[in-house]
């Protein structure tokens, strides 16, 4: 069955500089995969959605790739700042194709930029 | 923008208890799920819905049931609470299945069960 692996170790970075977190899936390439945003004592907030024929995606201060091959995701944080820390989930549909929304999470990564 | 709301943020119940879990959305999302977030397990999904009246079972249903009477509330129920099931519970919504529709999560309900 499909899992996703996250580095559980949080990852602390300094002000200003790019964070870069991993995800990798060890069976089937989905069609998609989505990165979710999470505070402490908060629900998953969506941030990104790539597509498998996507190489990379941007919004702001933040960038997705997605390389089948290495069935891996990165997620970038550029001039990352306080704010930014939190716990970063990705996901991705246990159906492959993308068409139920029955989702399977990563454990996640902490985040924590010092300023 | 979609609003997911859990009835409670804490809940402490006691073992044999029946416990219900209150999840209602405000934007007519077709979608309701139920999960569970427990410390190096990550979410885990219980049980979901396409619609109204309609449930499926998730990855861990066993010792939970589930009711959609209505569109925009969906319900967890621990029929006969134990220890195993002290968690922190998220509901999520989504319009639809597919790209377009990711997942709206309420703020959950940490429940402890002594």
């Known amino acids: 069955s499909q899992k996703i692996e996250q580095n559980s170790e949080a990852l602390n970075i300094q002000e200003g500089k790019t964070a870069t977190l991993t995800c990798n899936y060890t069976n089937y390439s989905p069609a998609y995969l989505q990165w979710y945003r999470q505070d402490p004592g908060r629900g998953p907030v969506f941030l990104l959605l790539?597509?498998?024929?996507?190489k990379e995606k941007r919004k702001e201060r933040l960038k997705v790739t997605f390389d089948t091959t290495l069935k891996q995701s990165l997620f970038h944080i550029t001039a990352s700042q306080p704010a930014d820390s939190a716990t970063y989930l990705c996901?991705?549909?246990?159906?492959?194709?993308?068409?139920?929304?029955?989702?399977?999470f990563g454990t996640g990564t902490l985040l924590a930029v010092q300023p | 923008d979609v609003k997911v709301t859990q009835s409670s943020r804490y809940l402490v119940k006691r073992t044999g208890e029946k416990v219900f879990l209150e999840c209602v959305q405000d934007?007519?999302?077709?979608?309701m799920f139920w999960y569970r977030q427990d410390p190096g397990l990550g979410l885990r999904l219980i049980y979901f819905s396409y619609d109204v009246k309609m449930k499926e079972k998730g990855d861990i249903p066993e010792g939970y049931s589930v009711s959609r009477e209505k569109k925009e509330r969906f319900s967890l129920i621990l029929e006969s609470a134990s220890t195993n099931q002290t968690s922190m519970y998220l509901c999520?919504?989504?319009?639809?299945?597919?790209?377009?529709?990711?997942?709206?999560f309420g703020n959950g309900t940490r429940l402890t069960v002594t």
């Open positions: 934007m007519d999302h077709e979608n």
């Open positions: 996901a991705l549909d246990q159906s492959g194709g993308g068409a139920t929304n029955k989702l399977i």
């Open positions: 790539i597509r498998e024929n996507e």
């Open positions: 999520a919504s989504s319009p639809g299945t597919g790209e377009n529709s990711p997942l709206h």
